[in-house]
Antibody, heavy 124, light 109 residues
Framework: EVLLLESGGGLVQPGGSLRLSCAAS????????MSWVRQAPGKGLEWVSA????????YYADSVKGRFTISRDNSKNTLYLQMNSLGAEDTALYYC?????????????????WGQGTMVTVSS | QSALTQPASVSGSPGQSITISCTGT?????????VSWYQQHPGKAPKLMIFEGIERPSGVSNRFSGSKSGNTASLTISGLQAEDEADYYC?????????FGGGTKLTVL
């Protein structure tokens, strides 16, 4: 069974930083685009960022552009999300999601596997 | 990057059929074939139910079907069952970003 396991969430003060990780297993990680999707408490899903299979192409929602950085280490089968200048609006459960294609623009925005999420709370 | 528009709630009795609409623009739903639908039960991760507008992943019941016309995609669930009660989200590629709908809460009466 394909698995995604997120970690790195927690409580952080406004203006702080956090780095999320997503460990993938049981599929060829480098063959697929990967995304981060978040869900604020009681709210809907919001796409945050995506990376092509190689990591050479990255994409961001306007709400996080310039503050968040997505990256991946294909040798470690791990996806990352570096989050800086965090605000209360970033409080959410952050999911790692696997795309069905290598390129984000061709199947990478269809998510067939999701992790269980890691909670990020921004509060003083 | 505005969210796609879905009804906040729909309901139906067991055995009936319901349809959830998802309205976007020519820059997202209408412009690409990458429309997907997700089911989310409380406290659980989303589950892919429909992709590329009309395709069903293996293991998903054939009671679930998708369609698209212009800028509007739809999810139809036939033969409603109690376990179908959940939140449903549509999703579309939008040329360098991904948009989700606001979500629709399905209640099985």
């Amino acid at each position: 069974e394909v698995l995604l396991l997120e970690s790195g969430g927690g409580l952080v003060q406004p203006g702080g930083s956090l780095r999320l990780s997503c460990a993938a297993s049981r599929f060829i990680f480098s063959n697929y685009a990967m995304s981060w999707v978040r869900q604020a408490p009681g709210k809907g899903l919001e796409w945050v960022s995506a990376s092509s299979g190689s990591g050479g192409d990255t994409y961001y929602a306007d709400s996080v552009k310039g503050r968040f950085t997505i990256s991946r280490d294909n040798s470690k089968n791990t996806l990352y999300l570096q989050m800086n200048s965090l605000g209360a609006e970033d409080t959410a459960l952050y999911y790692c999601a696997k795309g069905v294609g290598y390129y984000y623009k061709s199947g990478g925005s269809t998510f067939d596997i999701w992790g269980q999420g890691t909670m990020v709370t921004v509060s003083s | 990057q505005s969210a796609l528009t879905q009804p906040a709630s729909v309901s139906g009795s067991p055995g009936q059929s319901i349809t959830i609409s998802c309205t976007g623009t020519s820059s997202d739903v209408g412009g690409y074939n990458f429309v997907s639908w997700y089911q989310q039960h409380p406290g659980k991760a989303p589950k892919l139910m429909i992709f590329e507008g009309i395709e069903r992943p293996s293991g998903v019941s054939n009671r679930f079907s998708g369609s698209k016309s212009g800028n509007t995609a739809s999810l139809t669930i036939s033969g409603l069952q109690a376990e179908d009660e959940a939140d449903y989200y549509c999703c579309s590629y939008a040329g360098g970003s991904t948009l989700f709908g606001g979500g629709t809460k399905l209640t099985v009466l």
